[in-house]
């Protein structure tokens, strides 16, 4: 009905960039927060970076000052802008929202989801 598809991972040397995108797609009446989570192996699922409905965003400290997450409510994308990337970056990285959607039938009903998308792996290595 609605899923979440990530792009834009791959392999960077440190120091290097990668800008990740999330395009939400489905019966979507609205998308509330978005954010980025990420796993390293061996290692439990984290908050990257977060970006509510009006386009506040929020970071965990590892990340401060060299990722930026943005979003294009008109596109029902989102965006993680990763910079000087490290190799303790490397992890299979997750886009999450929250979205209303609408469902089929009448009279017309909305229905609020938490979706996950399949994730996207990023390798920082020389």
């Known amino acids: 009905q609605v899923q979440l598809v990530e792009s834009g991972g791959g392999l960077v040397q440190p120091g290097g960039s990668l800008r990740l995108s999330c395009a939400a797609s489905?019966?979507?009446?609205?998308?509330?927060?978005m954010g980025w989570y990420r796993q390293a192996p061996g290692k439990q699922r984290e908050l990257v970076a977060a970006?509510?409905?009006?386009?506040?965003?929020n970071y965990a400290d590892s990340v401060k000052g060299r990722f930026t997450i943005s979003r294009d409510s008109a596109k029902n994308t989102g965006y993680l802008q990763m910079n000087t990337l490290k190799p303790e970056d490397t992890a299979v990285y997750y886009c999450?929202?929250?979205?209303?959607?609408?469902?089929?039938?009448?009279?017309?009903?909305?229905?609020?989801?938490?979706?996950w998308g399949q994730g996207t792996l990023v390798t920082v290595s020389s």
């Open positions: 970006i509510t409905h009006s386009g506040v965003p």
């Open positions: 999450n929202a929250g979205i209303v959607v609408i469902e089929a039938g009448l009279p017309k009903r909305y229905r609020a989801l938490e979706v």
């Open positions: 489905g019966s979507i009446f609205s998308i509330n927060a």
